[in-house]
């Protein structure tokens, strides 16, 4: 299983990024598919989970109506827009699986690094 993210960069405070996670192996409407990320000096949290086959998403709250989680299941991807972003949203973002609950993903992708600056 593998899970490519890619799309991270640099950008000023109030611009966009759009991140993808090329899957492969993996079947992504079959799985809960989500966002994670960590800050430099805390630990990785959730950011976003979808659901594909459902449609169901689900959000924490610092990025409610800002970024938006979404699949394409014929591609097998996953991708998270970023909008409106803030320099606390510098992190690596990884792209997370899991068969059942996405809160804990079993498999992980390698990261991509974003940074907001101010």
Known sequence: VQLQASGGGL?????????????SVLT???Y???WF???PGKEREFVAGIR???RITSYVD???????????????MVYLQMNSLKPEGTAVYY???????????????QGTQVTVSS
């Open 62 to 76: 610092s990025v409610k109506g800002r970024f938006t989680i979404s699949s394409d299941n014929a591609k097998n």
């Open 52 to 54: 594909p086959l459902l």
């Open 32 to 34: 809960h598919m989500g």
């Open 28 to 30: 992504v409407s079959a």
């Open 95 to 109: 792209c997370a699986a899991d068969s059942t609950n996405v809160a804990t993903p079993h498999y992980w992708g």
């Open 11 to 23: 950008v000023q405070a109030g611009g966009s990024l759009r991140l993808s996670c090329a899957v």
């Open 37 to 39: 990320r960590q800050a």
